[in-house]
């Protein structure tokens, strides 16, 4: 159903982008992945059609992301349904997307989905690479990486020793 | 800012020779797909050439900010005289002591370029840097981890990783060589000094040698300009671009 144009604001496309997943983690929103840098609201064109003009400005977690371009069209589609005239998705570069950016409802629920989630690291990356990772099903951390690359590029893999699973954990960057 | 029109030229050019670097390399390593060692590595380098690649895009989508060029066309349309990646990049895969060495040698040059070009006063070339800085970090473990493994390994794996340096060696230079107009794009600030960096790499590569036991090859003169390349790039060309060169009409992959 196309919404009356009236009531679109940018707290509305907010919302509504809490509908788009990434492909690779189905459990998160890019709004959680902090993958959504801005959202701006022009009016109508003189002219143009009537509706407001949404601007979406997107930032990649990866650079050679596979997923960004279904994600930009996933999100140029859901923010068309609430009757934008016109949606342009604008891929940004900065700030460079970091794992901070994560909400902590998204830490909870990629633990949730089996996936560590990255601990803040306050822009120290290397010690949060090296640090200390609980396995997510059992809490343990006597945990040993075993790739540091994974099914994903924002994946690395690890196994358990308590538990005996290996897992995967959504790398700090 | 505003760049004038030689300056413009000038960084087209760099960012063009950037981007081939790393979508050259991006290609070899993903030649390993299906064929790496043991399944970790070929998860590992799958990931460490979809990053190269994507870094590819970064410079690309620079350009295109300067130039309206299509970055697709120029990865898929161009022909190899077009190309200006460095010839050390463009060899072929060889066995697995090249493949981790070139990437150690191209991780250590790429973090010094990187570093420095954070600074840059072209605001898209610094924001493109800081975002492939902080992927070369788990590149750059990767490859040196793998430098040392060679190195320390078994009497085939050290004289591998020995042979591969004979192999390299010739080439190595080039990545750091300036371009025509690299000298005014760093009285702009717009570039680091190529000089700088080139010794920046080599001394962080000469500790790592020597720090793994090896004896680091004398540097040879600059084998020549990123317009001159071999064979081996026209067949890798061949390659990556058969599918979009076979359907040029295709809008949808």
């Given at each position: 159903m196309v919404r009356s144009a009236r009531a679109l604001t940018p707290e509305a496309v907010w919302t509504a982008l809490q509908d788009v997943a990434d492909p690779e983690i189905p459990v998160l929103s890019v709004v959680e992945l902090g993958m959504v840098r801005a959202v701006v609201l022009e009016p109508p064109a003189a002219g143009g059609a009537a509706g407001a003009r949404v601007r979406v400005d997107v930032t990649p977690t990866f650079a050679g992301c596979p997923a960004f371009h279904a994600i930009s069209e996933a999100v140029r589609s859901r923010v068309s349904e609430l009757g934008a005239a016109e949606v342009e998705v604008r891929r940004v570069l900065s700030p460079a997307w970091s794992?901070?950016?994560?909400t902590d409802t998204a830490r909870t629920k990629l633990r949730a989905f089996g996936l560590a989630p990255p601990d803040p690291h306050g822009g120290l990356l290397l010690p949060a690479l090296d640090a200390p990772v609980a396995c997510p099903r059992c809490g343990s951390f006597d945990t040993e990486l075993?790739?540091?690359?994974?099914?994903?590029?924002c994946r690395e893999i690890y196994t358990c020793r308590s538990c005996g699973e290996p897992f995967e954990r959504f790398k700090p960057l | 800012m505003t760049l004038s029109p030689e300056l413009r030229a000038a960084l087209v050019e760099r960012l063009t020779a950037m981007a081939d670097d790393e979508l050259v390399l991006g290609h070899r390593d993903s030649?390993?797909?299906?064929?790496?060692?043991?399944l970790e590595e070929d998860i590992a380098l799958a990931n460490i050439a979809q990053d190269e690649i994507g870094h590819a895009l970064l410079w690309l989508e620079a350009r295109r900010e300067l130039d309206g060029s299509d970055p697709d066309a120029l990865a898929?349309?161009?022909?190899?005289?077009a190309w200006r990646n460095a010839r050390l990049l463009e060899l072929p895969k060889g066995d697995w002591a090249f493949t981790m060495l070139r990437q150690f040698l191209f991780d250590v040059f790429e973090t010094e370029l990187l570093a420095r070009l954070?600074?840059?006063?072209?605001a898209s070339v610094a924001e493109a840097a800081a975002k492939a800085a902080k992927e070369e970090v788990f590149h750059l473990r990767h490859s040196g981890l793998w430098l040392r493994r060679l190195a320390g390994g078994t009497e085939e794996s050290a004289t591998r990783l020995r042979s591969a340096m004979d192999r390299a060696w010739p080439y190595l230079p080039q990545l750091w060589q300036p371009l025509a107009g690299d000298a005014a794009l760093t009285e702009a600030g717009i570039l680091p000094d190529m000089a700088e960096v080139g010794a920046a790499a080599l001394e962080r590569v000469r500790a790592a040698l020597t720090g793994s036991g090896l004896e680091p090859p004398e540097v040879p003169p600059n084998p020549g300009g990123r317009d001159r390349h071999g064979e081996d790039l026209v067949a890798l060309l061949i390659d990556m671009q058969s599918v979009a060169r076979a359907d040029p009409e295709a809008t949808a992959w």
């Amino acid at each position: 159903m196309v919404r009356s144009a009236r009531a679109l604001t940018p707290e509305a496309v907010w919302t509504a982008l809490q509908d788009v997943a990434d492909p690779e983690i189905p459990v998160l929103s890019v709004v959680e992945l902090g993958m959504v840098r801005a959202v701006v609201l022009e009016p109508p064109a003189a002219g143009g059609a009537a509706g407001a003009r949404v601007r979406v400005d997107v930032t990649p977690t990866f650079a050679g992301c596979p997923a960004f371009h279904a994600i930009s069209e996933a999100v140029r589609s859901r923010v068309s349904e609430l009757g934008a005239a016109e949606v342009e998705v604008r891929r940004v570069l900065s700030p460079a997307w970091s794992s901070d950016d994560m909400t902590d409802t998204a830490r909870t629920k990629l633990r949730a989905f089996g996936l560590a989630p990255p601990d803040p690291h306050g822009g120290l990356l290397l010690p949060a690479l090296d640090a200390p990772v609980a396995c997510p099903r059992c809490g343990s951390f006597d945990t040993e990486l075993k790739n540091a690359f994974g099914s994903a590029l924002c994946r690395e893999i690890y196994t358990c020793r308590s538990c005996g699973e290996p897992f995967e954990r959504f790398k700090p960057l | 800012m505003t760049l004038s029109p030689e300056l413009r030229a000038a960084l087209v050019e760099r960012l063009t020779a950037m981007a081939d670097d790393e979508l050259v390399l991006g290609h070899r390593d993903s030649e390993w797909t299906g064929h790496a060692p043991i399944l970790e590595e070929d998860i590992a380098l799958a990931n460490i050439a979809q990053d190269e690649i994507g870094h590819a895009l970064l410079w690309l989508e620079a350009r295109r900010e300067l130039d309206g060029s299509d970055p697709d066309a120029l990865a898929y349309r161009r022909s190899a005289g077009a190309w200006r990646n460095a010839r050390l990049l463009e060899l072929p895969k060889g066995d697995w002591a090249f493949t981790m060495l070139r990437q150690f040698l191209f991780d250590v040059f790429e973090t010094e370029l990187l570093a420095r070009l954070q600074a840059s006063a072209c605001a898209s070339v610094a924001e493109a840097a800081a975002k492939a800085a902080k992927e070369e970090v788990f590149h750059l473990r990767h490859s040196g981890l793998w430098l040392r493994r060679l190195a320390g390994g078994t009497e085939e794996s050290a004289t591998r990783l020995r042979s591969a340096m004979d192999r390299a060696w010739p080439y190595l230079p080039q990545l750091w060589q300036p371009l025509a107009g690299d000298a005014a794009l760093t009285e702009a600030g717009i570039l680091p000094d190529m000089a700088e960096v080139g010794a920046a790499a080599l001394e962080r590569v000469r500790a790592a040698l020597t720090g793994s036991g090896l004896e680091p090859p004398e540097v040879p003169p600059n084998p020549g300009g990123r317009d001159r390349h071999g064979e081996d790039l026209v067949a890798l060309l061949i390659d990556m671009q058969s599918v979009a060169r076979a359907d040029p009409e295709a809008t949808a992959w």
